[in-house]
Structures are given as C-alpha cells and as structure tokens.
C-alpha cells in the first residue's frame, strides 16, 4: 500500500469513517438537556425519548433511555422511570448505565409505601452486589445494605457479621477487599474491641498494599491511634512512618497524597513531642508538615507547634520559626501571634495587610 493510501486509512479511522450520530438525535438529546437544566423534568424526559428513537446506534440509544429514566425520576414518574431503568439493565448488562439503572430500581422499591417492595428492593441491592461487585454502583449497594443493619444493631455486631459473610465471598471480596476489611475494623473499634481492631487494621493493610489499598491512610492513622492509647508511642511512630513512606511527588498538577498523609504526619509529631519527649524529632516533624505539605491546612498550626518546641528547648531557631509564621501568615490567628514573639526576637516583620480586616 503506497504511502498516500496509508494516510487515507488512517484519516479515515480517525475522522471521516467514524459513526455519526443522526442530527435529530443530537438535536433532541440538546432539547432534553436545556430542559432538564432548567428543572422541566418531564420536558426533558419526552426529549430523551425522541432521542432514543432516533437513533440505531445502541449505546447512543441506552444512554439516551438512561436520562429519560432519570428525568423522569426527578419529576415524579416513579412508573415511568423503573420501567426505562429496567430496559436500560437488560439491553446492556456490562456497560456501565446498567448496573446504574439497577442500583437507581433498587433504591427507589426500598423507599417505597410497600412492605414488599421494599423487600424486594433490598433484595435487588444484594443481587447487585453480588453480580456487579466492581462497579461503583455495586459498592453503594454494599454500602446501602451495610448502613440498614447498623441501623437495626447500632452496636456494629450485625454489620461486622454482614462484612465478614462478605468477605467469605471470593467475587465480592477480591473486588473491594480493602473496603471491607476497613469497615470491620471501625467497628470493631467503636463497639471497644480495641486489640481485635488493631488486628483487623493490621490485618487490612497487610492483605492490599499501596497503591491499590484505598484505605492506606485511614488504617496507619487508625493503628497510631489505637498504639498509642495502649502506650506505645514508638509503634504509632513506627505506623506513620510506614504510612508516608509510600509518598510520591507530583510532576505536574495534582497530587499523590492521601486524605489523612497530612493529618497524619501532625499526629507523628504531637507523639513524638508528647510521649516520647524528643524535643528535636518533634520539631523536625512539624517543619516537615509545613515544608512538605504546600497545600495543607495544618502548615501554620505546624510552624507554630515547631516554634513552641523549639523556645521551650532554649533552640534559637525558634525566632526564625517566628519571623516565617508571621510573613507567610499574617493574616491568621498564629501568624499574628508569632509576630509578637518575633518582634521580642528584634526581628522586623512587617504589619498584617489591611486585607486581613475584610
């Protein structure tokens, strides 16, 4: 094939010989969207449909059935709605709009006036689960069913048993496995099984590593927590070390760390001020809270802290602490306060801006 015709293939693949889409299908899928933004549910409902209608395409025509069945939610048409969501679901099973659709069936029969068919809706959660345990859907419905038996057994000891049948299930548990094993440890620990939590942590984190183990943050918090309220401070130390080992840096926007790297890494300096009177690692672990988290909230209560530690070790740094705090947060609580201490330090740090009074 000469050179020419291999450029026409390929120009082809990417523009010309792709699927088109019928212009009344777009133009009926734009009307439904100008009127579902503008809260005519029903309107918006009607719009889909022409729109499913008018097409061959079979995904084009799911996801236009799919937000005819969600217009159709919002405005009332409870019938209207299950019966597009069950269409959705059996034309296409995998594609992701079909166990959304089952979810959105299953949750409106649990709210509903009937006995039965809020039985029927709880039971469709769990086949849900169970079917499409990968799918986001699949973990609300994990979730749904979770929370109705904490609310029926606030003590946790039904929902650590609902988690731990779950767990013996291999195709629910290789899917959110970490998931799992977090929520049995929380009540574990609310219900004051304070050495089974720690096992259950521990036990969560050794079975999904980082990265794949949403939960990293949450179960090293929880075992620096749970250590050091049996009075070992050096193993909580040791938890939040491992935890914010696994800390990449971000080349571009964004950024690689977990909710808690931050809260976290406060915590290991509180201990290692508090439990284990290192006045030196405690100061160098609240500067690493400042230096080494730019967008966190804690990074002016850190230098403070930082500044505490070192005055009170007779460190003269801490005059440098000062005069940082007050320029680099002269309009918050701390950075005002460490003007005073910086100025006894002879440091010249210039007045709040008048920015700070509005």
Same mark, same amino acid.
């Given at each position: ?5 291999l450029?026409?293939?390929? +120009?082809? @693949? ?12 777009l133009?009926? *899928?734009a ?23 008018e097409?061959?395409r079979e995904?084009d ?7 005819? @069945?969600a217009?159709?939610q919002?405005?009332g048409?409870?019938? =209207?709605?299950? %019966? /597009?969501? $069950? ?14 659709a089952l979810? %959105? ?15 029927? =809706? ?5 086949? +849900? ?6 799918t986001?859907?699949?973990?609300r ?6 929370? /109705? ?19 013996? %299930? %291999? ?9 799992l *094993? @977090? ?5 574990l620990?609310?219900m ?16 999904v590593?980082? !990265?794949?183990?949403a ?9 620096? &927590? ?12 040791? @938890?939040?070390?491992?935890m914010?080992?696994v800390?990449? !840096?971000s ?7 977990? !909710? &808690?790297?931050? $809260?976290?890494?406060? +915590? ?29 909230? +804690? ?12 005055? &009170? ?6 005059c440098?602490v000062?005069?940082?705090?007050? /320029? ?17 330090c ?8 008048? /920015?700070?009074?509005?």
């Amino acid at each position: 094939m000469s050179r020419a015709a291999l450029v026409a293939v390929a +120009l082809c @693949a990417l523009a010309a010989c792709a699927p088109t889409r019928p212009h009344a299908h777009l133009a009926a *899928l734009a009307a439904g969207d100008r009127a579902y933004s503008a809260g005519r549910f029903l309107e918006a409902a009607e719009a889909y449909d022409r729109a499913a209608a008018e097409t061959t395409r079979e995904r084009d025509r799911v996801e236009a059935t799919f937000r005819s @069945a969600a217009a159709r939610q919002r405005g009332g048409d409870v019938a =209207g709605a299950m %019966e /597009r969501y $069950a269409s959705v679901a059996s034309t296409s099973p995998r594609y992701e709009r079909g166990p959304r659709a089952l979810y %959105e069936v299953a949750r409106m029969r649990t709210q509903s006036q009937s006995a039965e068919a809020r039985e029927a =809706g709880w039971r469709a959660m769990g086949e +849900l689960l169970r079917a499409h345990p990968t799918t986001g859907p699949g973990r609300r419905a994990m979730f749904h069913l979770l929370r /109705r038996r904490d609310e029926a057994d606030p003590t946790g000891a039904e929902g650590v048993a609902f988690i731990e049948g779950l767990l013996a %299930e %291999e195709a629910v548990a290789s899917a959110m496995r970490d998931t799992l *094993l @977090a929520e049995r440890a929380r009540r574990l620990e609310r219900m004051g099984r304070a050495a089974e939590a720690e096992a259950a942590w521990d036990e969560m984190l050794r079975a999904v590593p980082y !990265p794949q183990n949403a939960h990293w943050d949450d179960g090293h918090v929880a075992l620096a &927590r749970l250590r050091r309220a049996r009075g070992d401070a050096r193993g909580a130390v040791a @938890a939040l070390d491992r935890m914010l080992a696994v800390r990449e !840096p971000s080349y571009s926007s964004g950024t690689y760390n977990a !909710p &808690r790297f931050g $809260a976290g890494a406060m +915590l290991r300096a509180e201990i290692l001020r508090d439990d284990l009177r290192d006045a030196r690692a405690a100061a160098e672990a609240f500067h690493f809270v400042y230096a080494d988290f730019p967008t966190s909230l +804690l990074r002016d209560d850190a230098l403070w802290n930082e500044g505490l530690v070192r005055e &009170r070790a007779g460190d003269p740094g801490a005059c440098d602490v000062w005069e940082r705090l007050a /320029r680099e947060f002269p309009c918050h609580r701390f950075g005002r306060r460490a003007a005073t201490r910086a100025a006894a330090c002879g440091r010249s740090v210039p007045a709040p801006p008048r /920015r700070c009074d509005r």
